[in-house]
T-cell receptor, first 111, second 117 residues
């Protein structure tokens, strides 16, 4: 399967804990995006990488959030000191040009 | 600021009916792209179509068709002869070209389509 993959698919954590998600894009894609989707809403843009460079960050990305793409391949999204409001689906997408292909997402539940 | 409005929150039809999902957008960009995605209960967003702002030709793909009207800033999606497997949330999205290259998608709130047997 050569689609976008994300790990884990589900994460349950207690408030105050740190969590890290991983995204493996389609191998030939140099652009990688993170979005967040809360229940009943459309996805919202968080950040964007071109190769290893993080070129755009949304105001939604507070200082508790950090994303990396160290070798221009897979990416990680870390949330420190999680809050209940962080509960959401975190979606990763990759693409070239203007198309974006999404992974299955990581559903985070903060208790 | 960009905005996408999907006024229909939920639609319920009986199998074999035709159904149209509405999408209206706002942008100041002269070049932009419009998308439709399908999100089944599994949660994965499935790409359906991309349309360039300069291409107003309607498109048909099997039972799916799209009507892009720049004059009314609308990009509507019709499913002909709907099937139970079409049941999902459908999102319309608008791309904003970033100065740093790449694009950022602005999504509507989605339309939950339920097709009953």
């Amino acid at each position: 399967d050569t689609g976008v993959s994300q790990d884990p698919r589900h994460k349950i954590t207690k408030r105050g804990q740190n969590v890290t998600f991983r995204c493996d894009p389609i191998s030939e894609h140099n652009r990688l995006y993170w979005y967040r989707q809360t229940l009943g809403q459309g996805p919202e843009f968080l950040t964007y990488f071109q190769n290893e460079a993080q070129l755009e960050k949304s105001r939604l990305l507070s200082d508790r959030f950090s994303a990396e793409r160290p070798k221009g391949s897979f990416s990680t999204l870390e949330i420190q000191r999680t809050e209940q409001g962080d509960s959401a689906m975190y979606l990763c997408a990759s693409g070239e040009g203007n198309e974006q292909f999404f992974g299955p997402g990581t559903r985070l539940t903060v208790l | 600021a960009q905005k996408v409005t999907q006024a229909q929150t939920e639609i319920s039809v009986v199998e074999k009916e035709d159904v149209t999902l509405d999408c209206v957008y706002e942008t100041r960009d002269t070049t932009y792209y419009l998308f439709w995605y399908k999100q089944p209960p599994s949660g994965e967003l499935v790409f359906l179509i991309r349309r360039n702002s300069f291409d107003e030709q309607n498109e048909i793909s099997g039972r799916y068709s799209w009507n892009f009207q720049k004059s009314t800033s609308s990009f509507n999606f019709t499913i002909t002869a709907s099937q139970v497997v079409d049941s999902a949330v459908y999102f319309c999205a608008l791309s904003e070209l970033l100065e740093t290259s790449g694009s950022r998608l602005t999504f509507g709130e989605g339309t939950q389509l339920t097709v009953n047997p």
